[in-house]
Structures are given as C-alpha cells and as structure tokens.
C-alpha cells in the first residue's frame, strides 16, 4: 500500500522558516510536500493543490521540498544499527546512497549521497553518524563490503558480518526508496547529486514520522 494511504491529516513537523513572501498557506505546502515524498507525483500534488483552489506549478512543489531540508532527527542512541549502501542513478551515473537504520523502530538514523563507495567515503559516512548520534556501544550490521568493516575499524566501532536477520532492516527500506524513485523514471533526471540527496534525506525525515 502506497505511503501516503497512511496519512492523516496530522501534521508531520515540516519547519518552514524558509517562506517568504509565499501566499500559499503553510498547510497545503506542508501537505503538498509530504505526499510528493510519500508517493504522489509532481503533478499529481499540483492537481491536489487544485482542488484546494490553489494553483501552482510543479518547479514550485519540487523548490518548497528542496527548500524544507529536512533531515532525520539527532540524539538517538540505537543498540544495532544496519549499515548498508545502494545504487542510485541520476541519469546515466551511478551514485551511491549509503545509510545507517534502527532496526528495532525501522527509522534511518542517517542517509548520505556518494559518488562511489570505498573506505573513504564510508568513513565520511560514519564520522557524520557519530555526530549526530549515541552509537560508540551500537553493534554494526554489514554484509562482507570490505570498505565497511575497514572504516568501520578505523572509528573502532563494533561490527558484526550478518546476512538475514536484523540487517534486512536496511534492506526493506532499500526496497522502499527505490520504489519511490523508480515509480516515476524522471525522479532523479537532469537532477544535480545534491538536489537528489536533499529529496532522499527528506524521504528518509518523512518515513520516521510515518512509520
């Protein structure tokens, strides 16, 4: 079932410091934002915007989402965290998303957008992580990427080879994006790197205040 057959019509904590001299109320743009990132098109959240009497064009929608900048929140202090990356395209490139998930709440704790993957990067990912949250006595889940467990040593950070289990965690949410992203091929085209790493960490602030 589509994300946005869970809403209802309670705020989600969209912060939209960011308005200006915009005349569209701040309700229709915090709900034309969340179902845009829960599943509906541009253009479908412009028809929603419609029925409202509101007309907007779809470069409006996609700049109030880039906008809001919305990330997953700090402060949490997880016992396992599933730690993965996938692919991503942004037109004929791959790039890479790498995230870290709670698997007991299934909410992302972090996501980030690389170029390539390899120890370095990781371990970009994993300082960022520690910034924002209490993983130092976290147990790290990871398939057998040598790029991992190496950066995951060099942070001497706990880690633990584990196939199934609570690693699917970060897998179904995997899952998940890439259903999002490639329910409407054009998602990430023309896209610059961090206009698609600002929708996805906006996806991922979304998914934690949904699920």
């Known amino acids: 079932m589509p994300e946005f057959?869970?809403?209802?019509?309670?705020?989600?904590g969209i912060e939209l410091d960011f308005v200006e001299r915009e005349q569209?109320?701040?309700?229709?743009?915090?709900?034309?934002?969340?179902?845009?990132?829960?599943?509906?098109?541009?253009?479908?959240?412009?028809s929603v915007l419609e029925c409202f009497g509101v007309e907007r064009a779809r470069s409006t929608v996609h700049n109030w989402v880039q906008k809001a900048d919305l990330q997953p929140a700090d402060g949490a202090q997880p016992d396992h965290i599933a730690l993965d990356e996938t692919v991503i395209h942004l037109d004929n490139q791959r790039y890479w998303l790498y995230a870290a998930v709670d698997p007991e709440t299934n909410k992302f704790l972090h996501v980030r957008l690389?170029?390539?993957?390899?120890e370095g990067v990781t371990s970009i990912f994993l300082s960022e992580?520690?910034?924002?949250h209490d993983v130092d006595d976290a147990?790290?889940?990871?398939?057998?990427?040598?790029?991992?467990?190496?950066?995951?040593n060099r942070h001497s950070l706990r880690f633990r080879h584990e196939t199934h289990g609570n690693r699917n965690a970060v897998e179904r949410l995997f899952q998940e994006v890439k259903r999002r992203t490639y329910q409407f091929g054009n998602c990430f085209r023309n896209a610059e790197p961090n206009t698609a790493e600002?929708?996805?960490?906006?996806?991922a602030y979304v998914w934690n205040q949904l699920i």
């Open 5 to 12: 057959d869970r809403l209802d019509g309670s705020s989600i």
């Open 24 to 46: 569209t109320p701040r309700e229709l743009m915090e709900l034309s934002i969340q179902l845009q990132l829960c599943g509906l098109s541009l253009s479908d959240t412009v």
């Open 114 to 118: 690389f170029p390539t993957r390899n």
């Open 129 to 132: 992580l520690t910034e924002k």
């Open 139 to 152: 147990m790290f889940l990871v398939d057998s990427g040598p790029w991992l467990k190496a950066a995951l």
């Open 198 to 203: 600002t929708w996805l960490q906006s996806y």
